[in-house]
């Protein structure tokens, strides 16, 4: 049982190019969650989908964009990478968003840009 | 946004101690959530509480939710070197679909 699977664990681009990092989970999770984190700041949510079909700003989503491909599966892609977008990326699904539901998080995507 | 303060930011303690975290908010929260993170992995769920006042307990771990529901604390008991990590809070409004976090407290333990 993997939970949630983030690719790759470790990425680094140079400034402008463009990336996508996948996230996939096997909990049969109905909602599913970006989050990036950098040093002293804690997590901080990038876009989120509640549900297949819908996506949502988080608290930092400005040079993301995300694609909810299917219920399995939420990715995450940098359209002109920056160097302040350097950062260690997690995924997180629930079962559901609000209520009772606590998130689950992968192994997190290390991104470096130069 | 809404904001949880976490603390302290970093704790150095002795192997056998025992550890004391919390979390606070100017705003009132229906769940509140304990994650550990190791280095290089992501946050584990430690414990989650749902009502206030709850007091829940996951082996040498002990965590309450505030009677305000706008805070929470987590302490541990006999620390061993394996308790090392960040530890994080989050918070969750009532009715809300996202998460609020602290800023983690960092625990070091010496042998």
């Known amino acids: 049982n993997a939970g949630v699977t983030q690719t790759p664990k470790f990425q680094v681009l140079k400034t402008g190019q463009s990336m996508t990092l996948q996230c996939a989970q096997d909990?049969?999770?109905?909602?599913m969650y970006w989050y990036r984190q950098d040093p002293g700041m804690g997590l901080r949510l990038i876009y989120y989908?509640?549900?297949?079909?819908?996506?949502d700003k988080g608290e930092v989503p400005n040079g993301y964009n995300v694609s909810r491909l299917n219920k399995r599966e939420f990715s995450l892609r940098l359209e002109s990478a920056a160097p302040s977008q350097t950062s260690v990326y997690f995924c997180?699904?629930?079962?559901?968003?609000?209520?009772?539901?606590?998130?689950?998080f992968g192994d997190g995507t290390r991104l470096s840009i130069l | 946004g809404q904001q949880l303060n976490q603390s302290p930011q970093s704790m150095f303690i002795q192997e056998g101690e025992d550890v004391s975290m919390n979390c606070t908010s100017s705003?009132?929260?229906?769940?509140w959530l304990w994650y550990k993170q190791d280095p290089g992995e992501g946050p584990v769920l430690l414990i989650a509480?749902?009502?206030?006042?709850e007091l829940t307990s996951n082996g040498r771990l002990t965590a309450q939710f505030g009677i305000t529901r706008k805070d929470s604390f987590l302490n541990i008991s006999a620390s061993i070197p394996s308790d090392v990590g960040i530890y994080f809070c989050?918070?969750?409004?009532?009715?809300?679909?996202?998460?609020?976090f602290g800023q983690g407290t960092r625990l070091t333990i010496n042998p």
């Open positions: 705003s009132i929260f229906n769940t």
């Open positions: 909990m049969n999770h109905n909602s």
């Open positions: 997180a699904s629930s079962l559901r968003t609000g209520g009772n539901q606590p998130q689950h």
């Open positions: 989050a918070g969750q409004l009532s009715g809300a679909q996202k998460l609020v």
């Open positions: 509480l749902y009502k206030a006042g």
């Open positions: 989908s509640a549900s297949e079909g819908t996506t």
